[in-house]
């Protein structure tokens, strides 16, 4: 791991996080993984293979059925204001954007914390501006592009004050400017220091921004680390394509 890394708090500390559903399958077995404050983590893994369960668990949108989870050193369920702190843009961001309009949907999460109208102003015009969105203020949500949903969703998150973003798949469905918008809403938060947290199977898009790489296969971690080392160390059973055998190395992989 990298030494500057581990200098970093450990925001989420994992150990023996299992999933079981009512049927009896297991999705996630016996996941132990620390996330640090600050980095640009990449999950990376096949459909099915539990990435979204999980980051749906330390987002606090599902339980787990075993396992210990802490969040800034506190039990995951102690912390009554999580998701102000941890934000996910889901894989199909219209699932999230509430408001009519731009400004109304970025207006929406700090209304709901019912903060005074002068921080909700000054939290809308700092998100329009760090995400772009000035021009579409008063555009109709649902008329923008993918690449500018996934930025109005993004926009939503860092609105609500939450210092860690969680994206999945942000590049499904999407064109190569819509890919460009989202590599450069991630360039923007790895420049302010936010903790990024990129679950995705396209590492040819997005490796060159990762601090570190994790390989997720079959609802188990299965190797971890710097990027170029867990790349040697791949098993194509894992359902993980090397972008290397295109890209000359890790830092070439970003479309941006």
Known sequence: MDNNLQKNEILFSVRGLQ????????????IDLDIFERECLLIAGANG?????????????LEPTEGEILFKGKPLGECKNIRRQVGLVFQDPDVQILGETVEEDIRFGPENLKLPEMEIEQRLMETLACLKLGEKKDFTSRNLSGGEKRRLATAGILAMGCETVIMDEPFANLDWPGVVQVLKIIEGLKQSRKTIIILTHELEKVLAFADRLVIIAGGKIRDSGNSEAVLDRLNEEWGVRDPRRVYRNAEDCTWL
């Open 19 to 30: 999933k079981r559903f009512a049927n009896g399958f297991e999705a996630l077995c016996g």
């Open 49 to 61: 293979s539990g990435k979204t369960l999980l980051m749906r668990i330390l987002a606090g949108l």
